[in-house]
């Protein structure tokens, strides 16, 4: 038995997905890192059991939004910095910048060139996690470059393409997303992740039963 202690209000949080404990996780200085929340939700960062959260967003980055996730996270913060839309030296910069702020690794995405990849590896003093989308790449190459983990997100694909990297690369520090269910997960893992990225429901989903309790007259449920 471990204890633990909830809380009245605060028990009412989302909860990881049990299987994804069944990974060997990433130790990061010094904290074992199973499940990662893909979410830039403050609300949804302040009331889950994740491990650490994942802040990419389809956006350019931007510094005021990794100071707000910091700021309200207890847990450490992989901050995305660009690849895709976002290029160049401010990839770079914008990496510098998270660290300073405080953030745990930096994400970049996957069409982000080795070159940038290696200035960014030698300009921070925390891990450079880089995307992988498919097989279309050289993954001892972004070794070499300076990524110090793999952030796969193959959709469908992904245990597949995990059991390659995994065949090339046996010891690799390797995030996966997991999928919708707890199969998927489990086969992600049994793939050769060491953790899962997990997408936690949106805000308005969760609210939808409370406000149909509150129509009826009803106490949270």
């Not at 038995?1 to 989302?14: A, Q, S």
């Not at 996780?25 to 959260?53: P, Q, Y």
């Not at 994942?54 to 207890?74: E, S």
């Not at 510098?96 to 990849?117: C, R, W």
């Amino acid at each position: 038995m471990i204890p633990r202690y909830e809380g009245t209000l605060r028990k009412h949080i989302l909860r990881v997905p049990e299987v994804i404990r069944e990974c060997s996780g990433i130790v990061i200085f010094g904290r074992r890192i199973k499940s990662v929340a893909f979410t830039t939700d403050l609300c949804i960062v302040r009331n889950m059991d994740a491990d650490a959260v994942l802040a990419v967003y389809p956006f350019t980055p931007q510094p005021i939004i990794t100071q707000a996730l910091l700021l309200a996270a207890d847990i450490p913060v992989f901050a995305g910095v660009g690849g895709g839309l976002t290029t160049g030296r401010r990839v770079t910069m914008l990496a510098g910048y998270a660290e300073v702020q405080g953030a745990t690794a930096v994400v970049m995405n996957a069409p982000t060139s080795n070159e940038i990849l290696a200035e960014v590896a030698k300009a921070v003093d925390i891990p450079a996690i880089i995307t992988i989308v498919n097989d279309h790449v050289d993954f001892q190459s972004r070794v070499e470059a300076g990524a110090a983990i793999f952030n796969v997100a193959a959709g469908a694909n992904t245990p597949e393409l995990v059991r390659q990297i995994r065949r090339e690369l046996p010891e690799f520090p390797v995030i996966a997303t997991g999928g919708p269910t707890e199969e998927s997960i489990r086969e992600t893992i049994q793939a050769g992740a060491n953790a899962i990225s997990w997408t936690p429901p949106p805000t308005a989903s969760l609210f939808k039963d409370s406000m149909a309790a509150y129509r009826e007259n009803k106490p949270h449920p």
